[in-house]
């Protein structure tokens, strides 16, 4: 039975009034549908609209976004009847919004997250989950004040696949853990079309440190949340270099980034992220001393040490249906039935919303990674190992 039918049917709904709150003043109506705002209508947050309506218990009620042009775009994607918002701070006063996702340029993250918290909004907040360690502490201190939702949006949390290679690995499956080896690579520029040029700034705000945390932030981050989520530790320093060195246009943003973490135990974790070279493109590879498991976005592959086909048979993990072959230019396919995690991290959070259950990718995890964010462009910016003594405290 679900959590919520659970409750309905044992009369336990004071639990959420001792939480601060209760169950029917939770969500703006008397269903179990959460109606929905999204904050920022660009490639992701629009991207996202078509996602939300295929959801049953989203309701996408109103999209922001300080562009026109962009928010008509986003308005256009939804399949019912949306208000449109130019300030998120009227967005936000709209009482029938329960939660709402917001896909910002990063250093607006801690402030609209704050604003949203403050307004009594639940949050599915886009990575990384603020920019600065003032702007993660800011919105730390909002988030201890709320007892809403907060869910970052590192979606590989939700993803089953991710899930279960993530148990794999803890139960031991590549032994002992020796290295993890990340890669992000792209080619193509970065930059979006700009139709005057006072929006320079406003439209490819990843290119300017002021707004951006580079690759880092934008790419890198999913990464590195991920092995700390794997390594169940945070790094205790980290070493870079990275340059303007291909694309030559007045940006501020590293085009290729090379960050080294140290973890506890020895592991060392290597992040590279190019915009010059596409191959491979995303790749994630954990080392151990039975095994690698190498994870793309949606599928995972297991190479054990040692390995010689002719002798490898048997069932995998006891996952049903899987048989220990070998596939051709890969290792042995780990096969999981899943969602894609963009919309499995979304059904998730209209879950946590409904049934008052935790995230897994909640403030916590996302501000971890927001900090070893921080870390790496600062180690690249400055030129030196940065150490995560005491940046991490309040978050163990």
């Known amino acids: 039975m679900k959590r919520r039918s659970f409750l309905k049917s044992t009369g336990m ?105 403050d307004a009594g909004k639940h949050v599915y907040g886009e990575k990384t989950t603020a920019k600065g360690y003032k702007g993660i502490k800011k919105l730390y201190e909002a988030r201890k004040q709320s007892p809403k939702v907060f869910q970052t949006g590192h979606q590989y949390h939700s993803s089953r696949l991710y899930t279960h290679v993530v148990d794999l690995i803890k139960k031991g499956k590549v032994g002992k853990i020796t290295a993890i080896d990340c890669q992000w690579n792209r080619h193509g520029n970065w930059r979006r079309p700009v139709p005057k040029p006072e929006l320079e700034r406003l439209i490819n705000w990843r290119m300017y440190r002021e707004y951006s945390g580079g690759l880092v932030a934008e790419l890198c981050s999913h990464q590195i949340d991920f092995t700390n989520w794997v390594l169940d530790a945070v790094p205790k320093r980290v070493m870079g270099t990275g340059g303007i060195n291909y694309w030559k246009d007045g940006r501020e943003t590293f085009d290729n980034i090379h960050l080294i973490y140290d973890y506890p135990d020895g592991v060392r974790a290597k992040f590279t992220c190019l915009t010059s070279n596409a191959l491979n493109d995303y790749q994630i590879k954990v080392m151990g001393d039975k095994g690698t498991i190498i994870l793309d976005y949606e599928k995972a592959w297991f190479y054990p040490e040692g390995y010689q086909e002719d002798k490898l048979k048997g069932d995998v993990d006891g996952v049903s249906g899987a048989t220990m072959q070998w596939e051709k230019g890969k290792g042995i396919p780990i096969e999981v039935n899943h969602t894609h995690s963009s919309k499995q991290a979304l059904m998730d959070f209209a879950d946590c919303i409904v049934d008052h259950t935790a995230p897994k990718s909640n403030f916590k995890t996302g501000a971890k990674t927001a900090i070893a964010v921080q870390m790496g462009l600062d180690a690249m910016y400055n030129q030196r190992i940065i150490s995560g003594d005491q940046k991490f405290d309040e978050f163990i």
């Not at 001792?18 to 269903?31: C, D, E, H, I, K």
């Not at 660009?42 to 309701?59: A, F, K, M, T």
């Not at 009227?90 to 996702?101: C, E, G, Q, W």
């Open 13 to 117: 709904g004071a639990f959420g009034f001792m939480a601060g709150f209760s169950p029917l003043t939770y969500l703006s109506g008397n269903n179990e549908k959460v109606n929905i705002g999204v904050i920022g209508t660009g490639d992701r947050g629009g991207g996202l609209i078509p996602v939300i309506d295929s959801i049953p218990n989203l309701n996408l009620i109103a999209c922001c976004d300080v562009l026109p042009f962009r928010l008509e775009h986003g308005i256009s994607r939804a399949s019912g009847k949306v208000k449109g918002y130019s300030d998120y701070r009227k967005l936000l006063d709209n009482k029938d919004i329960d939660a709402v996702l917001i896909a910002t340029p990063f250093s607006t993250h801690s402030q609209i997250g704050i604003s949203a918290l």
